[in-house]
């Protein structure tokens, strides 16, 4: 092989090598993207529809359990699936999209999908 060879066969390889980094990169190793979520307004909706209840002292802990744990669930199913880290909305200084509608949605389906109270 001749010197000329040598430098083409290695400029090759670095491009084929800097392509293939990036592309792993932008696939696998990517950081999460940031979300907001309205946790405060929530939670007040829910503690105004759950006022409207007329539930016993132990039905209404067990309905805040149950909405604490399906809140978490939710958020962070939501979070693995979307690769995102979700803040709280006053958290959010600006351009930060808003998932409080998804999130909302979701937790609403499986609160109804549960157990009445």
């Keep these: 092989m001749t010197l000329r060879h040598l430098v083409l066969t290695g400029l090759c390889s670095?491009?084929?090598s800097l392509g293939l980094c990036t592309a792993l990169w932008l696939l696998l190793l990517r950081p999460p993207g940031v979300v907001a979520f309205d946790m405060k307004g929530t939670m007040n909706a829910f503690i105004r529809q759950s006022a409207g209840l007329e539930l016993t002292d132990e039905q209404s802990k067990q309905l805040v359990a149950r909405f604490n744990r399906q809140l978490t669930s939710v958020t962070e199913k939501y979070a693995r699936e979307h690769r995102v880290s979700i803040l709280v909305s006053p958290a959010a200084v600006a351009g930060v999209p808003d998932?409080?509608?998804?999130?909302?949605?979701?937790?609403?389906?499986e609160m109804q999908a549960g157990e009445p109270p």
């Design 14 to 16: 670095a491009l084929a």
């Design 99 to 109: 998932a409080t509608r998804d999130i909302q949605e979701q937790l609403a389906r």
